[in-house]
């Protein structure tokens, strides 16, 4: 048999990446802006974020798994070592060296929503206070905006679309428990826990 070969890890550089995000900074370093596609809902926070998460969201978008004309067109842009590098600048973005993690959160939820996240199992994914993934390449999603992640988890049920829909199995399987009002009050929840996620203003927009 011969030998396998393994691709070397890309390694973000976060100053480079922060030369690279022009591009982001329009939807993502405002406060409160929003998104009118597919529907009205404010842009996900993603300083904070894990950087293997990011890459592979745009590797996602860059592939059609996840159906977005305006960020397919940005993630076909970037080249591996760029997606790299903005990932490395948004982890790093905004976070305090040396600050204590979220501590866990003392939101308890509804009954309803209670059995809801025991039937999804989410922490079995996003780990403990849903800010601490099992895998990198997970999100965090402790915080998020309520109506981001409504939006997100609707499109995972979403089938035979060409410009909305995220192809995911462990997700679409999730997703497609629940109805819609279901996903809402979960999306609710998650936004109420403290979390690690945020926007951070770019400074030619203050």
Known sequence: ????????????????????VDMCIGCHGIVGYQASFPEVHKVPKISGQGAKYIVAALNAYKKGERKHPTMRGIADSLSDQDMADV?????????????????KSTVEPSAQVAALLT?????????????KPIDPSYP??????????????????????????????IMGGVAK??????LKALAGYVNSLDGELKVVPQSRFR
Do not use: W
């Open 1 to 20: 048999m011969g030998a396998a070969t393994f691709a070397q890890e890309i390694v973000g550089d976060p100053k480079a990446g922060h030369a690279k």
């Open 87 to 103: 990932a490395a600048f948004y982890s790093a973005n905004g976070v305090v060296e040396g600050a204590a993690p979220p501590a």
């Open 119 to 131: 039937k999804g199992a989410c922490v079995s994914c996003h780990g403990d206070n849903f800010s």
């Open 140 to 169: 965090k999603i402790a915080g998020q905006h309520a109506d981001y992640l409504f939006v997100a988890l609707k499109s995972y049920k979403v089938e035979n679309n060409a410009l909305v829909g995220r192809s995911n199995a």
């Open 177 to 182: 428990q629940f109805s819609a009002a279901e």
